[in-house]
């Protein structure tokens, strides 16, 4: 484990099995309906390139990033689109890939940018969740996990862009960014 970890919340193999299982789900439920696949860079980056391997339907994938924290530990309620999409979501079923729902603020944009955009359906899975931390009312169509109300790094997520390649999900050490 890493030094500046405190904890480990789930295990590597854990994040696999957990994959495989929304990727089957995803790939039932958009049987026949063509999405595009939207990766919320940069923390759904893993996640999305493990997910897409498992759903098995056709489908389009395209990037888009956004940020909500600089580099601090929460939300500033602040929206940025840093790199929009390639294609028009226009009559398009998508599927938003996010890496975790905190204040719901980031989605709530997400979503109302892609309806503003004519997207026929927009549906939301995300790998992890922290329901405790909402301010908007707001929730995934899939959620891989819950976590607890704590700062988390790895499979993607980073503080100040550092520990996205650690393969588990961990609680980093407060005094790491306290200091
Ligand atoms: P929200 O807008 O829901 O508060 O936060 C959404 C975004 O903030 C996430 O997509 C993620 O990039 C970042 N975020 C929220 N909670 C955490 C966390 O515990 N750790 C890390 N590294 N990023 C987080
Ligand atoms: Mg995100
Ligand atoms: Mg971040």
């Keep these: 484990m890493h ?16 994959v ?3 990727g089957e789900i995803l790939t039932r439920d958009f049987e026949g309906r063509n999405p595009l696949v939207i990766c919320v860079l940069k923390g759904a980056f893993i996640f999305m390139a493990d997910l897409v391997k498992e759903i098995r339907v056709p489908l389009e994938m395209d990037f888009m990033a956004v940020s909500s924290y600089g580099a601090a530990t929460k939300s500033s309620g ?12 226009e009559g398009r079923e998508v599927l938003i890939v ?7 603020l980031t989605l709530s944009y997400l979503i109302d940018v892609l309806e503003r955009r004519n997207a026929k359906s927009v549906t939301v899975v995300t790998l992890f969740d922290k329901p405790s ?30 520990y996205r390649n650690l393969p588990y999900i961990g609680i980093l050490k407060p005094e790491v960014y306290s200091k």
């Design 20 to 22: 495989k299982e929304l």
């Design 3 to 18: 030094n500046d970890i405190q904890e480990i919340l789930h295990s590597e193999q854990e994040i696999r099995d957990k």
């Design 98 to 104: 996010e890496d975790i729902i905190d204040s719901g």
């Design 78 to 89: 602040v929206v940025k689109i840093n790199k929009d999409l390639d294609v028009s979501v």
């Design 133 to 162: 931390g909402r301010s908007v009312d707001l929730d995934a169509d899939y959620t891989g996990f819950t976590l607890p109300h704590a700062f988390v790094v790895g499979y993607g997520l980073d503080y100040a862009e550092y």
